[in-house]
Antibody, heavy 116, light 111 residues
Framework: EVQLVESGGGLIQPGGSLRLSCAASGFTVSSNYMSWVRQAPGKGLEWVSVIYSGGDTYYADSVKGRFTVSRDNSKNTLYLQLNSLRAEDTAVYYC??????????WGQGTLVTVSS | QSALTQPASVSGSPGQSITISCTGS?????????VSWYQQHPGKAPKLMIY???NRPSGVSNRFSGSKSGDTASLTISGLQAEDEADYFC???????????FGTGTKVTVL
């Protein structure tokens, strides 16, 4: 059974850093495209970042230069390093597996709150 | 890359059919047959309902169907049920550098 479990969210001050984790089971992270998608409170979905099976990474303009996606193949885990956090980064962050340009499995999400 | 445009809300009575539109451009919906739809209940993760414009994943009710015409995709829910009350988001592949874009979201209310 495919499962994605995010962790690492919390309350952080503006300008701070946080690392989110997404532990996968039932499939191999490194063999798939894996994305991070976020949802601000009461708002819609916003794609944030992707790491391809070959290791290439891409980011939304809103987070480019501040966020970094990576993976640990030995732990079958996806990460998102969030630096220089802003109030507008407050959101639930989901990890999702991509299959041929759609997201077939999603984690339950982890809440990041940026506030002083 | 701007978000795809969806109506903020759509409502219907039990048993009725409703259609949610998702409008983009020739750079996304109009240019590719890679539209997907997601259902999200409050406090829950999104769930894939339709992929590649009109395909249903295993386990999704056949009351859900998708289509596309030009730059607009549509999700139709037939035989509306109380459990269909949720937010729905479309998504498309796009020629922009990010390659992915979501819709603004539609709240479906069952009257």
């Amino acid at each position: 059974e495919v499962q994605l479990v995010e962790s690492g969210g919390g309350l952080i001050q503006p300008g701070g850093s946080l690392r989110l984790s997404c532990a996968a089971s039932g499939f191999t992270v490194s063999s798939n495209y894996m994305s991070w998608v976020r949802q601000a409170p009461g708002k819609g979905l916003e794609w944030v970042s992707v790491i391809y099976s070959g290791g290439d990474t891409y980011y939304a303009d809103s987070v480019k230069g501040r966020f970094t996606v990576s993976r640990d193949n030995s732990k079958n885990t996806l990460y998102l390093q969030l630096n220089s956090l802003r109030a507008e980064d407050t959101a639930v962050y989901y990890c999702a597996r991509e299959r041929d340009r759609f997201f077939d499995y999603w984690g339950q999400g982890t809440l990041v709150t940026v506030s002083s | 890359q701007s978000a795809l445009t969806q109506p903020a809300s759509v409502s219907g009575s039990p048993g009725q059919s409703i259609t949610i539109s998702c409008t983009g451009s020739s750079s996304d919906i109009g240019g590719y047959n890679y539209v997907s739809w997601y259902q999200q209940h409050p406090g829950k993760a999104p769930k894939l309902m339709i992929y590649d414009v009109s395909n249903r994943p295993s386990g999704v009710s056949n009351r859900f169907s998708g289509s596309k015409s030009g730059d607009t995709a549509s999700l139709t829910i037939s035989g509306l049920q109380a459990e269909d009350e949720a937010d729905y988001f479309c998504s498309s592949y796009t020629s922009s550098s990010t390659r992915r874009v979501f819709g603004t979201g539609t709240k479906v209310t069952v009257l």
